[in-house]
């Protein structure tokens, strides 16, 4: 697993992070969420470091990270954009939603933008389907949300720039 030099510069940040909480194997999966959390990744260096302060293998953290859905291995930007591709959002043109991001970005699903600004994503189903159809970002839900609706939201997260490069 090879350790980025950018990465050590936070090497202090992890230590506080991973050191809130006991050396227990337990507190495995309550680390790595605090990390993903605040980094929207969990760095490899932070992998490493966890592995030593709760004695599992790094081979097993990096399983876990890479078992669940939640957790990514690489950087994501600082603004997570998920579409719903749910049934109900689908029906409602969730694509369309999905195709208005991309132009807007410049950058396709599962991306971030150069500068670590944006990243977009699909998701399965937020639970929201009377709001179809829904996009989420950093956690606040925004339910009927129609392709014209796209580039102001994006320009609520300081994506002008982005708005008027790639315009629609």
């Given at each position: 697993m090879q350790i980025e030099?950018?990465?050590?510069?936070y090497a202090n940040d992890?230590?506080?992070?991973i050191e809130s909480y006991s050396g227990?194997?337990?507190?495995?999966?309550?680390i790595m969420q605090d990390v993903q959390k605040h980094y929207n990744y969990l760095p490899r260096l932070a992998i490493s470091?966890?592995?030593q302060h709760v004695g599992i293998p790094v081979s097993r953290v990096y399983a876990m990270a890479s078992f669940y859905k939640a957790f990514s291995l690489v950087p994501k930007g600082k603004f997570i954009f998920r579409v719903c591709d749910g049934t109900a959002c689908h029906i409602k043109n969730s694509a369309t939603l999905l195709d208005q991001l991309q132009e807007h970005l410049g950058i396709e699903?599962?991306?971030t933008t150069a500068d670590g600004l944006f990243s977009i994503e699909t998701v399965n189903c937020l639970g929201a389907c009377a709001l179809a159809p829904v996009m989420v970002v950093n956690g606040k839900v925004?339910?009927?949300?129609s392709p014209g609706d796209v580039e102001r939201i994006?320009?609520?997260?300081?994506?002008q720039s982005y708005a008027s490069q790639h315009k629609c």
């Open positions: 030099a950018r990465e050590y510069e992890y230590k506080v992070l227990k194997p337990e507190h495995l999966l309550a470091m966890i592995s699903v599962d991306e925004y339910g009927k949300v994006i320009n609520e997260y300081g994506g």
